[in-house]
């Protein structure tokens, strides 16, 4: 193997990799004689130290005051429940009440929207109201899907533990537990709808999160990975990134859906 | 009260996720400056900063405490950095179609001695184009090195690469930046 400060005899000089390597490290006595009597290697080093040192003006904007109270409050509240209780059991959870009341929302403008058949005849015009209700859910269910990533990434690359048979995933559950409802809802409303495209990503989502409720909050390894191997073979982490991706800059009337 | 590292942690795992709190406040001004050097932006690094910490949790019991629980959490921040450029990168190129990207040439182009631009912000510019167009992995394993000081074995480590390619990712980050910074370096 060659020596990080072997000089590049062919050449007369030290490569790249060699003066790298100098950056870090007290040069070997070949080395330094080599630099001694080389004024382009000198030269080479001092331009990457020079790089180096250019690079340590590069700093991080400072943290307002206040930064770690926000982060905390941010974080607390995406935080997984450690334990079950009665409560949060019975309880329908936060995200699930929004979820609701926007798919209410929804619902109530799509039927007050739904011209009859004399009004069609008359306003050839699309509904503003409607495509208002579009844009809500277009909104909701990115945040939703955001969460849902965030979730299957965590179960996609779970690694369990050496000589482990049951993998641990009551943490994961809660949260699938809690997608779950809004994602019933939010398939409802764009099937209600007719956006065919994100109904058919959501009810994707939901099998998936349906059969991470009903598993043992202990999941057997291979079931695991059997599961890790859907989630790749299906491709829905992706297409859910697509779709969070495309929504902000997304003016097309078109479901982002219907792009993949 | 102990409120050492490894003391809340323990706390944590014995159901207090209050005591959580002691552990994103002391570390997550430090996590977010490794994740804007990795990613770029404010906004990305806020985003891994509140992922790191999440999956830390999530993943609390893995955490051994013979190693430093910081040197473990900036080892899932290096992870989820790179996580979010790929997808980034991955999702543009998809895009946009635009894969081969010359960016040296980009960033050579950019004219060095642009009046307009003070210095200090042209160097900031020059060093934030030069360091997005590194890989993930390059610009991940040049930031543990130079920024955090991590060995190339700890770096190896962090990312679950070979040695060698946490040695060669950093050592083509040098070179790619030092290529693409001569300009600036050469009129300092």
Redesign the interface.
């Known amino acids: 193997m060659k020596n990080d400060f072997e000089i590049d005899h062919a050449a007369g000089h030290l490569g790249?990799?060699e003066i790298?390597s100098l950056?870090h490290a007290k040069p070997s006595s070949d080395a330094e004689q080599h630099l001694s009597s080389c004024p382009r290697c000198r030269t080479e080093l001092d331009?990457?130290r020079?790089?180096?040192e250019?690079?340590q003006?590069?700093?991080?904007?400072e943290?307002e005051v206040g930064?770690?109270?926000r982060?905390?409050a941010?974080?607390?509240g995406?935080?997984?429940r450690?334990?079950r209780t009665f409560w949060t059991r019975v309880a329908v959870p936060a995200f699930g009440i929004a979820a609701a009341v926007v798919a209410i929302a929804l619902v109530t403008l799509a039927i007050r929207n739904t011209p009859s058949e004399q009004q069609q005849s008359y306003d050839p015009a699309p509904p503003k109201a409607s495509d208002a209700s579009h844009r809500i859910l277009d909104v909701a269910v990115k945040d939703h899907f955001e969460r849902t990533s965030?979730l299957l990434?965590?179960l996609e690359k779970s690694t369990p533990?050496e000589r482990a048979h049951l993998i641990?995933i009551s943490?994961?559950q809660d949260a699938a537990s809690d997608l779950l409802a809004e994602n019933r809802l939010y398939r409802q409303t764009a099937e209600q709808q007719g956006d065919r495209p994100t109904a058919d990503l959501l009810e994707n989502v939901e099998q998936l999160l349906v059969e991470l409720d009903h598993s043992p909050s202990e999941m057997p390894a291979p079931q695991l990975e059997n599961l890790q191997q859907r989630l790749s073979d299906t491709d829905v982490l992706?297409k859910l990134?697509?779709f969070t991706?495309?929504h902000p800059d997304s003016n097309s009337p078109q479901s982002p859906v219907t792009q993949l | 009260m102990d409120t050492t590292d490894p003391a809340l942690v323990a706390r944590v795992l014995r159901g207090e996720a209050e005591a959580f709190r002691f552990l994103v406040e002391r570390h997550g001004r430090h996590v977010f400056q490794l994740a804007f050097r990795m990613t770029g932006n404010a906004q990305d690094a806020e985003d891994v900063v509140q992922e790191t910490f999440l999956r830390a949790f999530r993943h609390l019991k893995r955490y051994e405490s013979r190693s430093l629980f910081s040197t473990w959490l900036y080892r899932i921040a290096a992870n989820c950095a790179v996580d979010l450029m790929r997808t980034q990168r991955h999702f543009t190129e998809h895009s946009k179609g635009n894969p081969g990207h010359d960016w040296l040439s980009e960033v050579t182009a950019r004219d060095p001695s642009a009046d307009q631009l003070a210095f200090s912000g042209q160097v900031r510019d020059s060093i934030q184009c030069a360091m997005e167009k590194l890989t993930p992995q390059e610009r991940t394993a040049f930031v543990l090195r130079h920024y955090e000081g991590l060995t190339v074995e700890e770096i190896s480590s962090t990312l679950g690469i070979g040695l060698n390619a946490a040695k060669h990712s950093v050592f083509r980050a040098v070179r790619k930046l030092r290529r693409a910074l001569e300009p600036l370096v050469a009129s300092v």
């Open positions: 790249d990799d790298i950056l331009t990457y020079r790089t180096l250019a690079l003006h590069w700093t991080a904007p943290c930064y770690e109270a982060l905390w941010r974080i607390s995406a935080l997984p450690t334990k965030r990434s965590e533990p641990d943490g994961e992706f990134k697509v991706s495309l």
